[in-house]
């Protein structure tokens, strides 16, 4: 497999039937365009302006309780709405459907300046443990069918607010993302009568060359067909279809693992790492589901160093994404980084 | 359809197949997030540090001709190499294979000040003429099966350089992108014996709603189910499968709406508008393909003003994509803006 390290390839994405083009000698190009503003730590724990810190009022004249552990509300400018006359319309070659959600906010700790890495992972697995909460109160509701829990990390992610918060949107359908992914398990449940994400981790496992972290439950790796420079996914040793199955442990070795990949992230550009993360899991229509195997993906833009990030326009637009570095570049990098965070050493 | 203007509702895209998210009522939202610099014009017509301008020395110390037309050159960074040698590897889960290809740049004037909206009908049919030229230059190569025409314009779009420029991207596979749309064509091809966009273009001209601008050879509307704020897609009236296929008058024509088109968006936010533009059409790989109908596309990344962008992150990561306001609202915006640049009025 040399030739692939210097050469251009393309790499197929075995749970989207994607593919990716890898220009691992396209590093060498000089950068002359955008500098990003460096993410800096927040360095005060409450900011009376934050409309997500408790007892502040937000923009909709609610008032946040003093809370102590994750808090969760519905969201005041949410994307989906519960209540929405269901329309099926197709005239010619339009084509529209109504959509009906709830999308919640979920504030991952009073303490304003925190972010993951820098959080107790008890603290992380009280994250998670509200995650499995919100998950199953959304999941059982009448005409929700898919949850999808995501954190927009970084004012580069389209974050607006540096308070350590993630979202949940709620849904009737089930999203493009999702239904490419049910097919792909599908397909290879019926085949292999096991999971294509189980049987992709025993190789993972066998070769090392892209693992990052391993603990009692669950791994962290770049999957080899990794779209953005530093992407991963942590994956379950366990095949569990959605985050409500994980056990009392596995929430605390989930949050374990989150806290070591994104103190890691954080550790080699030496930044605030931005990143969109998202738990991919079964729908929650009543289907069984068998073939689903959970996992969490980090998307997270940066390429060079904490200003230079990678943009997916043009070709990667029209054509295929495309990437600089290969995954095991990659994974190198991010495993070669200290478990202590760099403020704490500095 | 009155509903569909006030209410979360999804709607379907007919070329790739693909759902997007739309929520209207969602511009209520206000925004504490990043402010983008906005985009100025440069106010030199040659700037000595810029590697396109004429008679300049590349980073690889090629020196540009003087040239006075569009000038085109093989990428010194290219992300697709012509000779690599040819893989196809599979081991297990992992799939890879070689990617063979020419990476090209287009300078669409010599004058560095200039963009499209701001040159004269006749300089964008010479570079019409040029993207035809290289079109038929490249896609005669022996492995070069797709011919991948774009622009990266502004620095939010990941342009490092303010000179007028595009980029050809010329490949042995088919990008997936190119995969969908061409299954789409066919199925309705074989079914009515007509083309898709040819039929979609006579229902938007009956419906005018997001009809912008026509000439006599194209139209330019917003898509029904456009993703970015303010989406739109030049089509040709008559059914050319690829850019060679387009008359003299035709060229011309391209070159006039392209100008109308840029103009009315430099106008939207008075500045230099981002966006990523990209030409569909057929493969090279010796197919008929008597169902593509070519086509331009512009992805423009701003939302609310020349400073606040739209994200497409989180939900539209990891479920479908997402957009504020609908077509028909954008469609309006665009329409109503003068066809007179605003830098000429001001
Ligand atoms: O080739 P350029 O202009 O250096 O780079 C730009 O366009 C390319 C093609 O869309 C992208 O891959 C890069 O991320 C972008 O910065
Ligand atoms: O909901 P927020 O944080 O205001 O907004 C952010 O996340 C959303 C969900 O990914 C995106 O649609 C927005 O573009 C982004 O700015």
């Known amino acids: 497999m040399q030739d692939f390290n210097d050469n251009p390839h393309k790499r197929y994405n075995i749970l989207t039937g994607e593919w990716v083009l890898v220009s691992p000698h396209r590093t060498k190009r000089p950068w002359q365009g955008k500098n990003e503003e460096p993410a800096k730590f927040s360095q005060e724990s409450y900011d ?66 925190l972010t993951l890495p820098v959080m107790k992972v008890e603290e992380i697995t009280d994250v998670v443990q509200l995650w499995q909460k919100e998950f199953l109160l959304l999941g059982e509701l009448e005409g929700i069918n898919y949850v999808q829990i995501f954190e927009n990390k970084g004012a580069v992610m389209g974050c607006s607010n540096p308070h350590p918060h993630g979202q949940i949107w709620a849904q009737r359908s089930i999203p493009g993302e999702i239904s490419k992914k049910t097919e792909r398990q599908k397909e290879f449940w019926q085949t292999h009568k096991k999971s294509l994400l189980g049987a992709y981790l025993d190789q993972e496992l066998a070769l090392k060359e892209r693992i990052l972290i391993e603990n009692d439950d669950f791994v962290a790796l770049v999957p080899y067909w990794a779209v953005w420079p530093y992407e991963t996914m942590i994956i379950p040793r366990r095949k569990v ?18 806290k070591k990949l994104t103190t890691k992230y954080d550790n080699v550009f030496k930044t605030s790492f931005p990143y969109s993360a998202g738990i991919h899991q079964a729908p929650t229509d009543g289907g069984s589901y068998e073939e689903w195997h959970m996992h969490m993906s980090f998307y997270p833009p940066l390429l060079r160093s904490s200003t230079v990030k990678k943009f997916m326009v043009g070709y990667e637009m029209f ?16 495993r070669s980084q200290s478990d202590e965070h760099y403020t704490t050493v500095l």
Chains 1, 2 share one sequence.
Do not use: M, W
């Open 241 to 258: 279809k959605d985050i409500s199955e994980l056990t009392t442990t596995e929430a605390y070795n989930f949050a374990e693992i989150i």
């Open 48 to 113: 009376s302006e934050c409309y997500l810190c408790p007892t502040n009022t937000r923009a909709n004249g609610e008032v946040n309780p003093d809370y102590k552990k994750p808090y969760s509300f519905t969201n005041d400018f949410a994307a989906l709405l519960k209540e929405v006359p269901e329309v099926d319309f197709t005239d010619g070659l339009l084509k529209a459907k109504s959509e009906s959600g709830i999308c919640k906010v979920i504030c991952f700790s009073p303490n304003h300046a």
């Open 319 to 334: 054509a295929d994404p495309q990437r600089d570095i290969t995954a095991e570049q990659a994974a190198q990098k991010i």
